[in-house]
């Protein structure tokens, strides 16, 4: 699709909506929303009708008929604003209807179908949704759905609040707005950010739920059952925020205590797309060496996989190898990449 054309996002919404919105076209998406109320509100009007739209039609229902008085409708709107509406009971082909016509399309469908009231908050599954594909909040928010998940929100964010209940494992790429806080109820945790990008783990099968900060700030508070605070703690990038179901703790780990963690429990040692001075860093904590790496190639970026089974001079060897550095070691424990 092209930018330029003036039925862009109307035709990426209705892609998104069908659940076929590349990840890169969805990021796009976001970023427009982001960028005024005028476009959240055109969302959800896309999102509203699509809901109402999406009820399968009774056999007795003549579909060809349905859709002739809606083109009826159509004919006689004078020059209105255009908007994509999806007919699943047409085989889901997108017809062009006015937004006044819209009205009408759901005008017939309640009119044909005894239907339940819409409920104030939506619950969705991660197995309802196209797995690779973002959900995105009323508020421009996007969740990515890491395995099984679960996540309730209303339609329509309060004045004052964005909240949701969540749980399993996703990465929240929150929508900024400093005015209006986000959070996260997960049972007896709250995750409060105002805009951010992390991955969520609460899922409780590791006995914790786990918060891993890319970046922005995040606090995490846990609370009895009547929600009143116990303790918090604000995790800052590159730390992870740990609260213990058991215990009811929570605790705040460096990426080096995190690798750590994960090498003790699982033999092997991840870096993947990470900054050669984290990845030094790293190395330091865990082999309890000291790594002098040039200041100009710190930034560069690395993905490399090591197991506890590797000696660190064998580790470093590696790295320089990479990075076309050479090695001495002027003491036992100190290592020199020039």
Partial sequence: M????PTYYDDLIVSYLEGQCPESEAHGLLSWLGESEGHQERFESFKAVWELTSF???ESIDADVALEAVNMKIDKEESRETVVVQMPWLRRNIRYVTSAAAAVVVALVLGFLVTKPFSTNVTLASDDWKVGTPYILPDGTMVSFSGESEIK???QFGAALRAV???GKAVFDVA?????PFVIHCGNMNVEVLGTSFLLDADGKTGEYRVDLYSGSVRLTVVDRKGHALSSMEIE???RGVYDLADGSLKAMTYAEVKYEELTNDHVLDF???ALSVIVETLEYIFDVRIDLPGERASEKLTVRFTDK???DEVVETIATVFDLKVSKPTKNTFVLR
């Fill in 310 to 312: 590797d000696p660190v």
């Fill in 153 to 155: 929100h209303p339609k």
């Fill in 56 to 58: 399968p039609m009774p």
């Fill in 272 to 274: 993947n797309d990470v």
């Fill in 2 to 5: 092209d930018p330029k054309n």
């Fill in 176 to 180: 900024k707005d400093a005015k209006h």
């Fill in 237 to 239: 990038p590159g730390e």
């Fill in 165 to 167: 209940d969540f749980e």
